[in-house]
C-alpha cells in the first residue's frame, strides 16, 4: 500500500527544513517535484526515482504522485509550506483512495520576515499578485480590504514582465489608508543563496528590484524601523 506526502521544503536551503521534512523525502521511494525546487534538495535525492515537471507542469505533477502513490511511498515537494500557494490543495482535490498527509514548511512570508527583524508580530496577510489563477479584480479587493483592515501584507509574486503595474497599483490603493513613514521591505531569495534586502516607506519606496523572487512586506499603521529592523508592535507598554 502507497502513501503520498505532500512536504513543503521551506525556502530552499536544507538547514531551514524541518526535521520531519527531512526525514520524509530520505524516507519515500519517490519524490515529485518542480525542477528548480528538486535542485534546492539534491543531496537527499540520491538513489532516489525522481519525477521532474516545469514551472506551469502543477497538475499533470499532481496527477503523476497520485498515481505513483498507489502502490510506492511518494513525495511531491513545494518550496515554502505545501499549504500556502503550493501543493496540498491540489492534490487532495485531485485525491481518490490514496493515503495523503501534509507535511508543513516555512513560508516565503515567515522567511522573509525573519531576515528584518519582526514585521508580522500582529494580524497579517499573504496576497499573491499573480493573476494566473486569480482575477486581477478580486486581487485588488484584496488589496484594499487588508490595507483598510490595517492588517500587515505580504505580496507573494509580486511582479512579472507580464504585469509590470500591479504592485505599483497595489502600494498606490495603501496609501490610501497609511502614512508616508509606513515601512516597506523587499526581500529576495529569502535564507537562499542570492539573498537581498531594501528596505523603504511608503513615501520612498521604488519596485526597481522587485521580480517574482522576491516577498514585499508592507506595515500596518503602527510598523516602525528601529536601525535596520522593521518591527510592528503588538501591544506591550514598553
Do not use: W
Amino acid at each position: 500500500m502507497g502513501k503520498l506526502y505532500v512536504v513543503g521544503i521551506g525556502p530552499g536551503g536544507l538547514e531551514y527544513m524541518t526535521l520531519k521534512a527531512k526525514q520524509v523525502i530520505e524516507d519515500v521511494d519517490i519524490v515529485v517535484g518542480y525542477t528548480k525546487y528538486l535542485e534546492m534538495i539534491k543531496p537527499l535525492l540520491k538513489d532516489k526515482e525522481v519525477f521532474a515537471t516545469g514551472m506551469r507542469g502543477e497538475e499533470d505533477r499532481c496527477k503523476k504522485a497520485l498515481e505513483l502513490a498507489k502502490n510506492k511511498t511518494v513525495a511531491v515537494i513545494s518550496t515554502g509550506d505545501s499549504g500556502i500557494y503550493g501543493m496540498a490543495g491540489l492534490i487532495l482535490q485531485l485525491q481518490e483512495n490514496q493515503e495523503v498527509e501534509v507535511i508543513p514548511g516555512v513560508t516565503a512570508s515567515s522567511s522573509a520576515a525573519s531576515i528584518i527583524g519582526a514585521p508580522l508580530m500582529h494580524d497579517n496577510c499573504n496576497i499573491s499578485l499573480s493573476d494566473l489563477l486569480t482575477p486581477y479584480d478580486l486581487i485588488k479587493k484584496r488589496i484594499k480590504l487588508a490595507a483598510e483592515g490595517d492588517f500587515i501584507i505580504s505580496l507573494y509574486n509580486p511582479k512579472s514582465n507580464g504585469r509590470p503595474h500591479y504592485l505599483k497599483e497595489a502600494i498606490e490603493t495603501i496609501k490610501e489608508f497609511r502614512g508616508e513613514n509606513t515601512p516597506i521591505a523587499v526581500v529576495k531569495h529569502a535564507l537562499r543563496e542570492g539573498q537581498e534586502v531594501n528596505l523603504y516607506t511608503l513615501g520612498n519606496f521604488t519596485d526597481e528590484k522587485v521580480d517574482m523572487m522576491s516577498i514585499v512586506i508592507i506595515g500596518n499603521t503602527k510598523s516602525f524601523y528601529k536601525g535596520d529592523k522593521f518591527i510592528t508592535p503588538r501591544g506591550y507598554n514598553v
